[in-house]
């Protein structure tokens, strides 16, 4: 089982930028894919971006395309997410996670969640 940390959330304008980090351990980060996900109040949880267990390959939600990058430092233990131009829409509780099997797919499923941080953009 892998345990995982969330931060670098609060709060920002909109047009601004956070980047998220997600500390891993109990387990070899490395082999695993990764994804952020979040959920808004009243709404579901939703798919924000993944990355496969190298780096190489990695896939987002359309509507943070070319706004969210997500990336990891494996020699870390560390997932990121970088935010810019960021969107009242954006305002959620985002959550890293990971997939239940190495060198799996980058869409999981995901079977270990972090607590979430807290991310709120104002008009």
């Known amino acids: 089982q892998v345990q995982l940390v969330e931060s670098g959330g609060g709060l920002v304008q909109a047009g601004g930028s956070l980047r998220l980090s997600c500390a891993a351990s109990?387990?070899?980060?490395?082999?695993?894919?990764m994804g952020w996900f979040r959920q808004a109040p009243g709404k579901e949880r939703e798919f924000v971006a993944a990355?496969?267990?190298?780096?190489?390959?990695?896939d987002y939600a359309d509507s943070v395309k070319g706004r969210f990058t997500i990336s990891r430092d494996n020699a870390k233990n560390t997932l990121y997410l970088q935010m810019n131009s960021l969107k009242p829409e954006d305002t959620a509780v985002y959550y890293c996670?990971?997939?239940?099997?190495?060198?799996?797919?980058?869409?999981?499923?995901?079977?270990?969640w972090g607590q979430g941080t807290q991310v709120t953009v104002s008009s």
């Open positions: 996670a990971a997939d239940r099997t190495a060198y799996g797919s980058i869409y999981g499923p995901f079977g270990s």
């Open positions: 990355i496969n267990w190298s780096g190489s390959s990695t």
């Open positions: 109990g387990r070899t980060f490395s082999s695993y894919a």
